[in-house]
């Protein structure tokens, strides 16, 4: 029996099939288009992650009947580029530093990622480039160089850089066997149980997550959409950052909405950051598998820190194989696994209308970390969650059945085109200025419509829960 793809992403999820029916769609001709199904992919992992916040919300209120789930590919195909709709004091910001790009090498191409100054002077100490070298100087070094060799070297000296691959070439790699062996979202219990029970939610909106305590250990895009969903569901998210490694301030203000910020040195600071972990709920981790494993805190380990926690992490490559501890990001997973040249040309590779990896499996990790919760409150559980965004990727080549004909699904409804994203656009002030936004796409009957406080500067909150 062939599944939906938000069927297959529940199935996953380890949620009921009957509840699917209180799902409805409106379909929008011309969003997120592109060779491969990305807008089905997008419509899937918002459905799923509303549906989970609405089971939860259900639970905790002692509705009768769950809320209606409702996914517009308009909202979702909006809130698929969120960086680039944000407006600070009307500027728009910068998505691609110069050196992050594809480069022509002498038998093939290799894309690098240098956004973060760190992985620029990386990528140029490893080309044996001058720190002020030109995207001009940086071809003429690649242009007479393999990609395959390119790509090893970069990675050695701690930069990223990915050779193109095919679809073909990723499916007979080491890791990309390695990923396409494991589910699209992997989950687990550890045996410890104890889980503190939240308080039945009264009053409205409906806030599945209010009162559950979110320890954010992400970067970058995926993981802090995750959380930034958490947020927009009442959670307490607080994330946590190195002093020393700052993050971009266009990427923390579009995933900064509903969140706290602070920083802690992980060494200095151990007895706070242990304080903050054993009152937590959640603890979502994004960095490479194995970097913060030296502060003890795998997550196998934080699982058994304490009874109750769910631990879902997030990383480009899986949690195994030979890459699992590399650095990555949803341009260069496109590159490796072979979206690039199945969205390209012959003559240049090209990409998915959207960070779809990063977006859509920040909606599935947020699904999956409401799915545990409710789990929790029956069994009194933790859960570990773990998503890649190379698995994403496998699923979106060779997982997903595209939809033809709009309307066609069941619970679904043809809408008007989807030519301006006005109408899933907002505008409000901040710390930071005024801001031009983004409005979340997760949707349900009495469920909140935007975050309860935008983002504030980097760093700046007490390390406490509220």
């Known amino acids: 029996m062939t599944h939906s793809p938000m069927a297959a992403v529940w199935e996953e999820l380890g949620g009921d099939p009957a509840l699917l029916s209180g799902v409805s769609t409106v379909v929008r001709a011309g969003a997120l288009e592109a060779r491969l199904p990305v807008r089905e992919l997008a419509r899937a992992c918002v459905g799923a992650c509303a549906l989970a916040a609405a089971e939860l919300a259900a639970r ?39 050196l992050s790009r594809f480069w022509r090498t002498a038998d093939g191409w290799v894309r690098t990622h240098a956004n973060y100054p760190h992985h620029r002077a990386r990528l140029l100490e ?38 193109l691959r095919t679809a ?67 959670a307490d998210v607080l994330r946590v950052d190195a002093p020393r490694l700052p993050e971009d301030p266009d990427a923390h203000a ?21 304080e903050l972990l054993a ?11 194995g970097a913060l494993d030296r502060f003890g805190l795998a997550p196998e380990a934080l699982a058994e820190h304490s009874p109750g926690l769910i631990v879902a992490q997030l990383s480009a490559w ?51 970390v409401l799915r545990a919760l409710t789990e929790r409150a029956e069994r009194g559980r ?27 699904a069941p619970g679904s ?17 901040s710390r930071l200025g005024r801001l031009g936004h983004a409005l979340p796409p997760v949707s349900f009957t009495d469920g909140p419509t935007d975050w309860s406080r935008p983002p504030g500067p980097w760093g700046t909150d007490a390390a406490r829960w509220v």
């Open 254 to 274: 579009d995933t900064g909405f509903g969140k706290r910020s602070t920083v802690l040195d992980l060494a200095a600071d151990r007895h706070t950051f242990d």
């Open 168 to 234: 073909k070439e990723w499916a007979a790699h080491e890791q990309g066997l390695a990923v396409a062996g494991r589910p699209l979202i992997e989950r687990g219990r550890p045996a410890t149980a104890g889980a503190r029970a939240l308080a039945p939610l009264d009053g409205g909106p409906l806030l599945p997550a209010a009162g559950v305590r979110v320890l954010d250990l992400t970067r970058v895009i995926a993981g802090p959409v995750a959380t930034r969903t958490l947020a927009l569901l009442g």
């Open 413 to 429: 409804a043809a809408g008007t085109p989807y030519d301006r994203p006005d109408a899933w656009l907002s505008e409000r002030d």
């Open 318 to 368: 899986g949690a195994y194989g030979p890459w699992g501890e590399r650095r990555g990001f949803d341009s260069l997973v496109q590159v490796a696994t072979g979206i690039s040249v199945a969205e390209g040309s012959t003559e240049l590779p090209g990409a998915l209308p959207a960070q779809a990896l990063d977006h859509g499996t920040g909606y599935l990790l947020a699904a999956a």
């Open 60 to 98: 905790r209120a002692g509705l009768a009947r769950l809320p209606r789930v409702s996914v517009d590919d308009g909202a979702v195909a909006t809130a698929f580029v969120s960086e680039r709709h944000l407006r600070i004091d009307g500027r728009a910001p910068v998505s691609f530093a110069p």
């Open 126 to 163: 490893a080309l044996g480039a001058a720190d002020d070298a030109t995207v001009e100087d940086v071809a003429g070094v690649l242009a007479g160089r393999s990609a395959r060799e390119v790509e090893e070297t970069v990675y050695a000296a701690g930069g990223l850089a990915v050779a």
């Open 279 to 289: 009152a937590a709920d959640v603890v979502v981790t994004g960095y490479r598998p």
């Open 382 to 408: 933790g859960s570990l969650v773990r998503l890649a965004l190379a698995r994403t990727a496998t699923w979106l080549a060779d997982g997903i059945e595209r939809e033809e004909t709009p309307g066609a």
